[in-house]
């Protein structure tokens, strides 16, 4: 069963959807992670929401690195499938 979607024709707010959407959830729930980690840090103390505050900011370039690697990859197999090869 073949799962590939022509982005050339059709709606494109519809195709735009299909991809925005997953990343979306992705980013939301990246976030909710470090908001449990906020919260359940601040049982422990300032200290320790200090250090998740230091840690996130490395966090977040790792996580920008990988969404621009998952993109320019979605552009490579696109173009990939686009010329059949």
Do not use: C, W
Request: hydrophobic content about 55%; charged content about 10%; overall charge negative.
């Amino acid at each position: 069963m073949s799962r590939t979607r022509n982005l050339s024709t059709g709606n494109i707010g519809e195709h735009f959807l299909h991809l925005a959407v997953p990343a979306g959830i992705g980013m939301l729930f990246t976030t909710l992670y470090n908001v449990v980690d906020v919260f359940f840090a601040g049982l422990i103390g300032t200290d320790a929401q200090a250090g998740l505050a230091i840690s996130f900011q490395a966090f977040f370039i790792f996580i920008t690195f990988g969404f621009g690697l998952s993109a320019a990859m979605t552009a490579l197999v696109g173009n990939a499938i686009g010329a059949k090869d």
